[in-house]
């Protein structure tokens, strides 16, 4: 027997099918709450803790036993200026021992030739030798202070003061002469315990030095991680390549308009991206305000840093390491209810209002508002834009 189909069984099936679907609707489409999407902007403003990286350049020699400022602090030099003189370990003791050997033996073979003759001139020319040299060896051991190259030209002078004196009266004694030429070759032996430190680069100079320079720079700024900028705020060493232990750091020549501040934070709704500026202040220097660019970003649990790269005068942040940073930022994205966001394999995102269950679309937090809405960038572009439905699951 045939069963005729009518139009009720139809609409039975369409009420089942509604009943289902009713039933079900939170499997399906969530809670059949949507939330629309908006354009929006905010205002990120906060307190982190952060670390100073210069581009700077060190200065090192060995085997240093005093060291001269050729220019003032933070004076400016171009690549190859002098910007110290250092003074040999090397050579420094040995060689003023021999001068001062070569002058008791003139000393002493004066009063052997020349002691029955009376040259009062000649007596003030020795003593004023003698002061000078003995100014020289009070300076190189560091009892008194003052400027090498101006003492090493007055004993050259004194010296040849009494060289044109005997001369012009003809004291022409082999053996005395000799003495003398060997005072002089003393002399200009000390004149190569010194050596002109250069600039390796363009910038401004400072001998101010806290230990970190070799770790912290241009150059390792690519490689540091947030245990790295922990260990520096709690004023730890950092590893850095063995130097030999008689290398010594002399100073840094640093770029005025270019540096890192390496901010760091635990604030779970903080969440810096790339390219995103920044205007900061550090806490103490409130007198300027720096900006920067986000060039890397790394997170650890709670924990994020967030690299800055900044292209203005450093001013007294020169000698600054590290300190509380007030940073605050202006971004502009789409805005949509926090509650509206997910997670699929670690990943936040929303899900788009688009098939039953919606399509996952990865997107990048840039804040959370106050008034429960979050600011965001879509991962995927041309995907989400203004008006769109997203689920709220």
């Known amino acids: 027997m045939r069963v005729r189909v009518t139009g009720r069984f139809y609409l039975l099936l369409l009420l089942i099918a509604l009943i289902i679907l009713f039933l079900f609707r939170g499997q399906i489409f969530g809670t059949n709450e949507v939330a629309v999407i908006y354009r929006g902007s905010a205002q990120d403003s906060r307190t982190v803790q952060g670390v100073i990286v210069r581009d700077e350049t060190l200065v090192s020699e060995n085997l240093v036993t005093r060291m001269e400022f050729a220019v003032d602090e933070l004076g400016s030099v171009n690549e190859g200026d002098t910007v110290a003189y250092v003074y040999s370990l090397e050579y420094s003791t040995r060689l003023i021992n021999e001068l001062n050997q070569t002058r008791k033996n003139i000393q002493t073979y004066h009063k052997i030739v020349l002691g029955n003759e009376l040259d009062a001139q000649l007596e003030v020319l020795n003593l004023n030798v003698q002061q000078r040299a003995e100014e020289l060896k009070s300076l190189v051991s560091g009892q008194t202070r003052g400027s090498m190259p101006q003492m090493v030209q007055l004993l050259t002078e004194a010296m040849e003061a ?9 004291r022409s004694d082999s053996k005395l002469i000799k003495y003398y030429d060997d005072e002089k070759q003393r002399l200009t032996a000390i004149e190569g315990w010194r050596n002109a430190k250069s600039a390796p680069t363009s910038g401004l100079v400072s001998f101010y030095l806290d230990g970190y320079e070799a770790a912290l720079n241009a150059q390792t700024v690519p490689q540091l991680e947030i245990s790295d900028v922990r260990t520096v705020l709690e004023g730890g060493a950092l590893e850095t390549p063995t130097a030999a232990r008689s290398q010594r750091n002399l100073c840094r020549v640093l770029k005025e308009s270019h ?42 649990g709670t924990t994020v840093m967030a690299v800055l790269e900044v292209n203005q005068p450093i001013g007294s942040l020169a000698y600054t390491r590290s300190g509380e940073v007030t940073i605050g930022a202006n971004m502009n994205g789409l805005k949509v209810s926090r509650k509206a966001l997910a997670t699929v394999s670690g990943q936040t995102g929303v899900w788009l209002y688009d098939v039953p269950g919606g399509t996952f679309v990865p997107v990048e937090v840039l804040t959370y508002q106050s008034d429960g809405s979050v600011l965001f960038t879509p991962l995927v572009d041309g995907v989400l834009t203004e008006g769109t439905q997203v689920l709220i699951k």
Do not use: C, H, Q
Request: proline share 2%; charged share 25%; aromatic share 16%.
């Open 162 to 170: 009494r060289r044109a004196y005997m001369s012009a009266n003809k």
């Open 259 to 300: 540096w890192y501040m390496l901010l760091t934070g635990d604030d779970r709704e903080w969440n810096p991206t790339l390219d995103t500026t920044y205007s900061f202040i550090v806490n103490g220097f409130d007198e300027m305000v720096y900006e920067g660019v986000v060039t890397k970003v790394l997170k650890n």
